[in-house]
């Protein structure tokens, strides 16, 4: 039996465009292959810190909150909030990629058609493939002080909320690359938090923005917000909607630290904050978040009622459930630091192999009729 519809030449020139698309152009997109390491499961630092020095400079992070004061209330559309994402990008170490997440909210409330951006930094083009911990913070500050007795208008300041978060999250970039931590950990930088009930706008804007637009196969696996972690009267207690596995990850961290004083192991508050559209999103998420600040809202929101100290405890908290987690500097210690993540073919890219596999098995058989 004789029967050809398509040449041999034809053949071999598409078997070699499958090759060539499966071996060059497909590991290079993350439709096809996600990125993955299982982080290794989480142990206290309990008996590690006193084999390391925290690194954590409390006082680095405080300049940075004092720098933001300095621009001005960081209110979403201002000069002042351009300002302070300038002032975030160029003290983020240079081995951090940006991804600006910008969007114009289409809405009533937003008639001014102000536009939003949140900062997203990691390692890889896309900050949700490969990574697997997001740390947070808005950098927007409120727009009235609706909980000031006398001045209801004015702009709240922000020092403790908005510039604790991303004084501490600057901080913690440096302590990060330090380390050579970047393929594991997204830091974001959320706008439009706080802005709730203000002219109709609702809370949490960048940060639901952004989880609303993280792709199906992200590896994110934990999140962790700070928001309001600079008082200088520090007690964070648990916030009830955070999950409790990730809770008693950091509190452990806390206690073994000997912060359990601000650290306090109790549940007190539910609150609306930027972890929120993370949980509803399936991803373990916790607020570390000091919501006994009599100065909330208020113009009082300023530089004598925080404290470099503070942003320290919480700072090197969060260091030692990296160390936990991440393991020590590959250069400090030959162990601990597990591979950099590893790409593991999807159901997309095996139906395609399959496929290609099916073209060649169907050319040699025509090959082997044909020889007989
Ligand atoms: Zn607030």
């Known amino acids: 039996m004789r029967k050809h519809t398509i040449t041999p030449n034809l053949f071999i020139f598409i078997i070699f465009l499958e090759f060539f698309f499966l071996l060059f152009i497909l590991p290079h997109n993350p439709l096809f292959f996600h990125h993955t390491t ?16 925290l690194q954590f400079d409390e006082n680095k992070a405080f300049d940075h909150l004092k720098s ?49 951006v949140n900062l997203i930094f990691s390692n890889t083009t896309n900050p949700f493939l490969g990574p697997q911990i997001l740390i947070g913070a808005h950098y927007d500050t409120r727009k009235y002080a609706t909980n000031d007795l006398t001045n209801r208008t004015a702009p709240v300041p922000g020092a403790n909320d908005g510039a604790s978060g991303v004084a501490v999250l600057l901080e913690l970039a440096r302590i990060i690359s330090l380390n050579n931590w970047t393929s594991y950990i997204s830091l974001a930088f959320f706008d439009a938090e706080d802005q709730g009930q203000l002219e109709g706008w ?6 639901t923005y952004m989880a609303q637009h993280m792709p199906k196969n992200h590896t994110i696996g934990r999140v962790v917000i700070l ?3 600079g008082d200088d009267e520090l007690n964070i207690y648990q916030e009830r909607s955070s999950t409790d596995s990730l809770v008693k990850e950091i509190w452990d961290e806390a206690a073994a630290l000997q912060y359990n004083t601000y650290f306090l192991p109790e549940k007190k508050y539910t609150i609306i904050d930027d972890h929120q559209p993370f949980l509803k999103k399936g991803i373990p998420s916790v607020d570390i978040i000091d919501f006994d600040y009599p100065e909330w809202h208020t113009t009082k929101d300023d530089i004598n009622a925080v404290s470099a100290k503070s942003l320290g405890i919480v700072g090197r908290t969060i260091e030692a459930w990296l160390y936990s987690l991440l393991g020590l500097n590959a250069d400090n210690r030959n162990d601990s630091l597990p591979p950099p993540p590893v790409q593991k073919p999807t159901r997309s890219f095996l139906f395609l192999a399959a496929f290609a596999t099916l073209v060649i098995v169907t050319y040699l058989r025509k090959v082997k009729k044909r020889t007989k």
């Open 68 to 116: 933001q004061l300095d621009i001005g209330p960081r209110i979403p559309g201002s000069k002042e909030i351009n300002k302070t994402r300038e002032y975030i990008i160029s003290n983020m170490p240079i081995d951090w990629k940006l991804t600006w997440q910008s969007f114009v909210p289409n809405e009533s409330w937003n008639d001014e058609h102000i536009e939003l």
């Open 202 to 207: 609702p809370w949490i804007v960048g940060s």
């Open 227 to 229: 928001d309001m972690i």
């Open 38 to 53: 299982t982080l290794p499961t989480h142990r206290s630092s309990a008996t590690m810190t006193k084999e390391y020095a």
